[in-house]
């Protein structure tokens, strides 16, 4: 690499083999191997450097110019001559670096015995592109074929695919944290996504205030009057005989309940037919979030340098809009409930509500992000499943005639319907293969299996909810397994949707209640089919896994009862 600047100045004389022996070029280029060697081994193996990608990023690219202008002030050579050393420096340097972390992740790492693609073993960025299409669940499905329950699919992170590990991963006494993923929303911070548990149990008892008994009666008569309006919307369409655009409504539907519940105030999507700008910028913002989240040193670096481009402008308008509402709310005074108003009354007790944009901001955009995408994408999923199987939606409407489907407290009873859901969330997990955590030191034993400490551990709800070793027949819809044929459940510790323990969804309660008086009110007043010629299955075969579900689109033919 080094013969051309070597053996002859770029000005075409030659110099004997001594004095380029002699050349300081070697001296440089043995440092530069030997520093990158250094910093491998004594630095970048020790902790977690993604917060630090983007100006480790700048020092790299800054290295060339100051190289450069060293090497031509310094040593006397030509500007051609100069950047060929250079280049020479930086990419020893780099080769040293990068060849290192490779050597040592495939021979000598603490993971090097568990089985896996080998470029996998090497980076996350192997993961990227072969999820460039937002099918992580497939490319899992097809490395547990390959390679059986325990994968190595990533330098320090195994997944595993039996229910074991999922029931581990937050199960009662575990010490798990959350992985570097959730560090996606810095410098925001929300209850969701705090790694630090101490600050995150401080947080979630704030958030538990928010679904008290006294609160959690306002929002389910919110989430009920967006149901009738809903129902509303698609009566209309029913009357004219057209398709429904179903996702796009139970999007909307679930946005506008979680905008009121968040911000005090709603989206107004179902009403107006359309989508309302802020989240158009935000589902774009999750697309990325899910494509990059294996690699959350690559998004902090996009996000840094790229923020007034692309999908990348959208987050950050997104994320910054979700701040001004708060900041709106304070200085309003708005004292009406809603998840605002116990976060900005808890920031005002400490005395820190000056400085608290970027806290106020977190919280309001993971309540949006935990209780919309999820709740539309399990509703789209039940309904999809109730117009693949129609003798269920019979036995549903059956049930729901002797019920007053305006009592919330009588829906909670409906064995079927609580069963259609709990089916439904089953066969289409809202968070597919999220729930990444790190162990703690001492290592864990998942089936016998030994896996060391510090490793991130990822369980994927969608393989292990349809695993045999948990239920008979596991990809039919059946929803009687949950209540009068148990013997369909082997396992019933694998079912986890809501998670558990210190990162259970507090929202859990009023996502039943919405996902209840949504099919309550539909299935009681219409029947509902495919649009002619259209058999359904891309509806789960489109699907997207970016960290949440995104369904394929769905239409879907109302006809009044």
């Known amino acids: 690499m080094s013969d051309l600047p070597l053996n002859k100045t770029m000005g075409g004389s030659s110099v004997d083999e001594s004095s380029a022996m002699a050349n300081p070029l070697h001296v440089r280029l043995i440092a530069a191997v030997v520093l990158g060697l250094t910093l491998h081994h004594f630095v970048f193996r020790k902790g977690e450097w993604h917060l630090q990608a983007p100006t480790l990023f700048a020092l790299w690219i800054l290295s060339h110019p100051l190289l450069f202008i060293i090497e031509l002030v310094l040593g006397a050579s030509s500007p051609v001559a100069s950047a060929w050393n250079t280049l020479c420096t930086t990419g020893c340097f780099t080769t040293a670096i990068f060849g290192s972390i490779a050597f040592y992740r495939l021979f000598f790492h603490r993971l090097a015995a568990f089985p896996g693609p080998t470029l996998a073993k090497v980076s996350k960025l192997w993961h990227t592109v072969k999820c460039s299409d937002s099918k992580n669940y497939l490319v899992l499905g097809e490395l547990q074929k390959q390679y059986g329950d325990f994968v190595r699919t990533g330098p320090n992170e195994v997944t595993s695919f039996l229910p074991e590990a999922l029931y581990m991963l937050d199960g009662p006494g575990n010490k798990n944290i959350k992985s570097d993923i959730y560090d996606f929303l810095v410098p925001y911070e929300g209850v969701s996504s705090i790694r630090d548990i101490p600050l995150h149990d401080e947080r979630r008892r704030v958030w538990t205030q928010a679904f008290s008994s006294k609160a959690l009666p306002r929002y389910e008569l919110l989430a009920a009057d967006h149901a009738e309006k809903l129902a509303k919307v698609i009566g209309a369409g029913a009357d004219q005989g057209k398709p429904v655009p179903f996702s796009s409504l139970m999007f909307w539907y679930s946005f506008d309940v979680m905008g009121m519940f968040a911000l005090g105030k709603s989206f107004n999507m179902v009403v107006d037919g359309q989508w309302h700008d802020a989240i158009t910028k935000f589902r774009r913002g999750m697309e990325m979030v899910g494509r990059f989240s ?10 840094t340098y790229m923020k007034h481009w692309g999908v990348a402008k959208d987050w950050h308008t997104w994320t910054a809009w979700c701040r001004d509402q708060m900041q709106d709310r304070v200085e309003i005074n ?3 409930t809603c998840i605002a108003t116990y976060v900005i009354a808890d920031a005002a007790k400490k005395g820190s509500l000056d400085n608290a944009g970027y806290v106020l901001g977190g919280e309001a955009i993971v309540a949006i992000i935990a209780g919309s995408d999820t709740i539309a994408a399990s509703l789209i999923y039940i309904f999809y499943e109730l117009a693949m199987n129609p003798l269920e939606t019979e036995k549903l409407h059956a049930e729901l005639q002797g019920v007053d489907i305006d009592d919330r407290r009588a ?8 069963a259609v859901i709990n089916e439904g969330m089953r066969l289409h997990p809202a968070l597919p293969t999220g729930g990444y955590r790190i162990l703690p030191a001492e290592g864990v034993t998942v089936a016998g299996r030994y896996i060391p400490g510090g490793t991130t551990l990822v369980a994927p709800r969608y393989h292990i909810f349809r695993s045999e070793r948990c239920y008979e027949r596991p990809n039919e819809f059946i929803p009687e397994r949950w209540y009068s044929r148990p013997e369909l459940v082997k396992d019933s510790r694998s079912f986890l949707p809501f998670a558990q323990g210190r990162y259970s969804c507090l929202g859990k309660t009023l996502a039943y209640t919405e996902m209840r008086v949504v099919i309550a009110q539909l299935v009681s007043n219409y029947r509902f089919s495919f649009p ?15 960290f949440t579900a995104t369904p394929g689109d769905m239409e879907l033919v109302f006809t009044r009862r």
Not at 294 to 303: D, E, K, M, N, S
């Open 334 to 336: 708005d004292e009406s």
């Open 294 to 303: 294996a690699v959350p040193w690559l998004a902090r670096i996009g996000t």
């Open 411 to 418: 829906l909670e009873k409906l064995s079927h319907l609580n």
């Open 532 to 546: 002619e010629g259209v058999s359904g299955f891309h509806v789960a075969d489109d699907m997207q896994d970016n």
